[in-house]
């Protein structure tokens, strides 16, 4: 499984779009550190994300964060 799908409230999406341009600078960073035919970020535990959504069924509105799954990446984690 490499993507996740987490379902969020609407303070957690609203703080993640607040962050978002920091997160995407050092997600940036760790992409040039990385080997170019790699798609795992070695040098960061922060997962990828592919985008945020906002579905609405009838008057019901729903927020998910699609991300990669680092739980499924061959890097090793080493430290806790």
């Not at 962050?19 to 080997?35: K, N, P, V």
């Not at 592919?50 to 990446?73: C, P």
Request: net charge neutral; glycine share 2%.
């Amino acid at each position: 499984q490499q993507y996740m799908l987490k379902l969020t409230t609407p303070k957690e999406l609203t703080l993640m779009q607040t962050i978002m341009q920091t997160y995407h600078e050092r997600i940036q960073e760790a992409r040039q550190a990385a080997d170019e035919n790699s798609e795992w970020l070695p040098n960061t535990l922060l997962p990828q994300i592919f985008g945020m959504y906002t579905v609405k069924v009838g008057e019901k509105q729903t927020h998910w964060i699609i991300m990669r799954n680092i739980l499924a990446s061959e890097c090793k984690i080493h430290e806790k």
